[in-house]
């Protein structure tokens, strides 16, 4: 499994303003539902329940937020770049301005952590970070996520 299996070209949005955490999972859910097909308020309602229980703010100003959704038929992806970091309890209480949000059906257990895995490790790589935060485009970004899914599979 890559990013690139997860990730629509259309599923990145750039250029985001929110003033806090739950307007940040908001936006993301609003692209869900644009982009995937799923109710905006039952997306929104999965990120903030998983974020109840614990804060998927990684660090390094990345945060994975993540929810189990009905009508869905695999592990979707949603990409949003914040214009301005807001605090999100992550693990190194920094800021958090790119949110990598996974959307899995209900019954996807495995593929949902091995997507969680994957885009775990490819966030945590600094030039990847940079890159996504300096790209000019949603799909420049879409473009070098997938790219560098296939070239960390290995």
Known sequence: MTIGDLLDPGAVAL???APGKRQALSLVADVAARV???DAEAALEGLLE???AASTGVGNGVAIPHARLDGLDRV???VVRLDTP???DALDDKPVDLLIALFAPRDASAQHLRAL???ARIMRQPETRQAVRQARSSDAIHVLLTQEATSTAA
């Open 15 to 17: 250029r985001a303003g």
């Open 36 to 38: 995937l097909g799923v």
């Open 50 to 52: 998983r974020e109840a």
């Open 76 to 78: 979707r992806a949603i």
């Open 86 to 88: 807001v605090a999100f």
């Open 117 to 119: 895995a994957r885009v």
